[in-house]
């Protein structure tokens, strides 16, 4: 069945960056986009960005998160990378990756919570 | 970027009862591309309805979507407990995808 499997929770301090992996299975890896969604504790979802991993185009990341955010993809391993950088305490959030069909979010990875603390 | 405005912020409601929660966008949205995800606590969201009105694989017919242009509505026509969630609104228009701030369900 389609998955998607992210990885583990992770803490990191003020100023430093976080890679969190999103690896897809039970579909062609490169024929769907993928999104990036992330929930701050006790508040709403807020989308970050949309990438495509065969390449072709352009990646769109919301205007808040541009220069911020990286994403790429391994496709021999069908896993999508993002990257934050000079995090804030107010990147402390539950990061998702959503599978891309007809611009809708159609499969949802089960999310990874990320910690900024000094 | 299109705004999108959720209301009620929280309807509480009794299992059995009719639920309409109401998606207001700052500019018209197409029908295609508007959506209602479900959330659970300690959960990811789920495609509940898309394209307005259709419903998404596996989820039941009590819930329904409506509306067009700005304004849209989900309803759950008999709470059922596993009803009981958070409601989200998103559309997608220009390489942008934007999310209502949630309404909540809660149990009266």
């Known amino acids: 069945q389609v998955q998607l499997v992210q990885s583990g929770a992770e803490v990191k301090k003020p100023g430093a960056s976080v890679k969190v992996s999103c690896k897809a299975s039970g579909y062609i890896f490169t024929s769907y986009y993928m999104h990036w969604v992330r929930q701050a504790p006790g508040q709403g979802l807020e989308w970050m960005g949309v990438f495509n991993p065969n390449g072709q185009t352009t990646t769109t990341y919301a205007p808040k998160f541009q220069g911020r955010v990286t994403v790429t993809a391994d496709t021999s391993t069908s896993t999508v990378y993002m990257e934050l950088s000079s995090l804030r305490s107010d990147d402390t959030a539950v990061y998702y990756c959503a599978r891309v069909d007809a611009g809708l979010m159609d499969v949802w990875g089960k999310g990874t919570t990320v910690t900024v603390s000094s | 970027e299109i705004l999108l405005t959720q209301s009620p912020g929280t309807l509480s409601l009794s299992p059995g009862e009719r639920a309409s929660l109401s998606c207001r966008a700052s500019?018209?949205?197409?029908?295609?591309?508007l959506a209602w995800y479900q959330q659970k606590p300690g959960q990811a969201p789920r495609l509940v309805i898309y394209?307005?009105?259709r419903r998404a694989t596996g989820i039941p017919d009590r819930f329904s979507g409506s509306g067009s242009g700005t304004d849209f509505t989900l309803t759950i026509s008999r709470l059922e407990p596993e009803d009981f969630a958070v409601y989200y609104c998103?559309?997608?228009?220009?390489?942008?995808?934007?999310f209502g701030q949630g309404t909540k369900v809660e149990v009266k």
């Open positions: 998103q559309q997608y228009g220009a390489s942008s995808w934007t």
């Open positions: 394209g307005a009105s």
């Open positions: 500019q018209s949205v197409s029908n295609t591309y």
